[in-house]
């Protein structure tokens, strides 16, 4: 393969790449429509002027057969009158217009199967422009749904949900490790409590049997918590061992 030859072919791809990509289907469409309507009217054009034609050749036969006719008429009447060179002169001349005749009958005949053809084209051809004009109001249509389609699809291609999805996802578990940060600062602050309140209860008859020690041994009275209304306190028995604690000492 030549270098010329590569290089047309390339330039040839190129030149079909950029117009593929130029077209555009609905001015397309329109186009096709229009170039057949124009065709329509050449085609229109040709079929009268082949209908024309073969009127004149109509014409031009019938005149040259009744032309054979007459000449063949006057030949009868030279004879009858007993004028054979006039009769023969005749006869030449009905010859003449009777090959005249035959000539334009066998073009007569051919234009006929002209006309028709062209009469069969041209219905045709105008019942192609008619499919065509509905068949094109309903791919426009079409391609205006395809191409909303398309910009919805382009769309939604171009959003990136994987990544707003993964943000999602990341706050919600940002808000569940908050809520469980509260709930234990919750339970931690509640235990807290609990200890101090059982600190202070572990500590409460440690600190009455001290102050009850000191009572003994310095004479004072013991600071009682109050009881019950209707209950008694044994006072009594408290002063007498008091009592009896310091005669002991005054004996020493």
Do not use: C
């Not at 217009?97 to 028709?116: F, R, W, Y």
């Not at 191409?147 to 578990?173: C, H, P, V, W, Y």
Request: aromatic share 2%; charged share 30%; hydrophobic share 40%.
């Amino acid at each position: 393969m030549g270098l010329f030859d590569r290089i047309s072919r390339l330039v040839r791809a190129n030149l079909n790449d950029v117009v593929s990509k130029a077209e555009d289907p609905e001015k397309i469409l329109e186009q096709s429509i229009m170039d057949m309507q124009e065709d329509l009217v050449q085609l229109r054009q040709a079929v009268a002027q082949a209908i024309a034609t073969q009127k004149r050749s109509e014409q031009q036969y019938n005149q040259a057969q009744s032309q054979a006719n007459q000449w063949q008429q006057r030949a009868q009447l030279a004879l009858q009158k007993g004028d054979e060179n006039l009769a023969r002169e005749a006869l030449v001349r009905k010859k003449s217009h009777a090959e005249t005749a035959a000539t334009i009958k066998a073009q007569l005949d051919s234009q006929s199967g002209q006309v028709d053809t062209l009469k069969r084209n041209l219905i045709q051809l105008e019942s192609k422009i008619s499919e065509a004009k509905t068949k094109k109001n309903m791919l426009k249509a079409r391609l205006q749904s395809a191409k909303a389609q398309e910009r919805l699809q382009n769309t939604i291609g171009s959003l990136d949900t994987n990544s707003s999805m993964a943000a999602f996802d990341r706050m919600e578990e940002k808000v569940l490790q908050i809520e469980a940060r509260s709930q234990a600062a919750g339970e931690l602050a509640g235990a807290d409590l609990e200890s101090q309140f059982a600190k202070l209860e572990a500590g409460s008859d440690v600190d009455d049997e001290l102050m009850a020690l000191k009572a003994q041994i310095t004479g004072s009275p013991v600071a009682q918590p109050q009881l019950e209304a209707g209950k008694s306190q044994p006072n009594d028995v408290v002063d007498a061992e008091l009592e009896e604690l310091r005669r002991e000492l005054k004996d020493l």
